[in-house]
């Protein structure tokens, strides 16, 4: 990997700030998609706890609704400085989740993965669309190939 593409990723890569308009919708699509699999992780863990008597089964499903339920109030925090920050929060939440039912791990590793390719390339596009809106103040050109009035 080349020193440029490096620092693409890490430029990308932010943990706590405003993020550009495409960044903020993905990672809100990803947390609001990651709030049904936790849900369902919760379902889950009251099931088995009620199966085994092996542990709090009401404890289980609220805590992992109410984890549902912060991933939602997370997308909605996307435009906010502290939106990242709750969402990395949510993604580790989620991660943790594993000690309860050891397949949200994998749940946790996709949506995680999911998480930071939507902040990398997602700055990238808005880097792009940045670039695109300073080159041509007119904007794009009409079918016919003369410029937009």
């Not at 499903?61 to 920050?85: K, Q």
């Amino acid at each position: 990997m080349s020193a440029g593409a490096n620092m693409g990723i890490r430029a990308g890569l932010v943990f706590y700030g405003t993020l550009g308009k495409f960044t903020w919708r993905m990672c809100a699509a990803v947390l609001v998609a990651q709030s049904i699999a936790v849900f369902f992780g919760a379902l889950v863990a009251r099931g088995i706890a009620v199966a085994d008597s092996s542990g709090p089964a009401t404890a289980y499903l609220l805590v992992g609704s109410a984890l549902a339920v912060m991933c939602i109030v997370a997308a909605g925090l996307m435009r906010t400085a502290y939106g990242v920050a709750v969402g990395w929060a949510i993604q580790v939440a989620t991660f943790a989740s594993a000690v309860v039912v050891p397949m949200m791990a994998i749940v946790g590793v996709i949506f995680g993965a999911l998480w930071v390719l939507c902040l990398v390339q997602g700055h990238r596009v808005d880097e792009v669309q940045r670039g695109m809106s300073h080159a041509d103040p007119q904007g794009p050109p009409a079918p016919d190939g003369d410029p937009a009035p």
